[in-house]
């Protein structure tokens, strides 16, 4: 079940494509903007991210952290950064237990893929209460962009 608006966003501990680990508790006191992304080098998901790559100045402006999630492995979430100049932390939910937690999980994807995060986005005030949550059903959607910068002021 999805999480909603007025919940506590679950902690994490994830992978990083840069082999780091990155927790939300890191970014403690911070505003933060949560994609989940059903696949690296897929086109819905490459446009998701570059237009959060393209305003990145504008939620930094603001002082949001932004975090992208998948279940891609973080060596492919390295590779899929280097070549779409991702500003943003992508993080590996290799195992599929935070896309879980947010609700943003397919048990069944496209070709019979089993475990896939749902595309999603959630934003979180300092103190990780959700003020923001979509999760679409249909990975050819994108999240409502103009809604998610409306839930940051």
Same mark, same amino acid.
């Given at each position: 079940? *999805? ?36 696949? *690296?080098?897929? =086109? ?16 930094? =402006? ?5 975090? $992208? ?8 979430? $390295? ?35 089993? =475990? ?16 923001? $949550? ?12 103009? *809604?998610?910068?409306? *839930?940051?002021?």
């Amino acid at each position: 079940m *999805a999480l909603s608006k007025g919940q506590k966003a679950p902690d994490f501990k994830l992978y990083s494509s840069e082999l780091k680990e990155i927790s939300l508790s890191d970014f403690k006191g911070k505003k933060v903007v949560i994609h989940f992304f059903p696949m *690296a080098f897929t =086109g819905v998901c490459t446009t998701q991210l570059c237009t959060m790559r393209d305003t990145f100045g504008y939620y930094d =402006g603001l002082g949001a952290e932004v975090l $992208a999630i998948s279940v891609d492995s973080p060596f492919t979430l $390295a590779k899929f950064k280097e070549l779409n100049n991702y500003q943003f932390p992508l993080l590996s939910d290799f195992n599929k237990e935070v896309s879980k937690a947010y609700g943003a999980y397919y048990d069944e994807f496209v070709f019979n893929l089993k =475990g896939v995060a749902k595309r999603a986005a959630f934003v979180l005030d300092e103190d990780h209460q959700i003020v923001y $949550a979509e999760v679409l059903e249909s990975a050819g959607d994108l999240p409502d962009f103009e *809604a998610i910068r409306e *839930a940051l002021n």
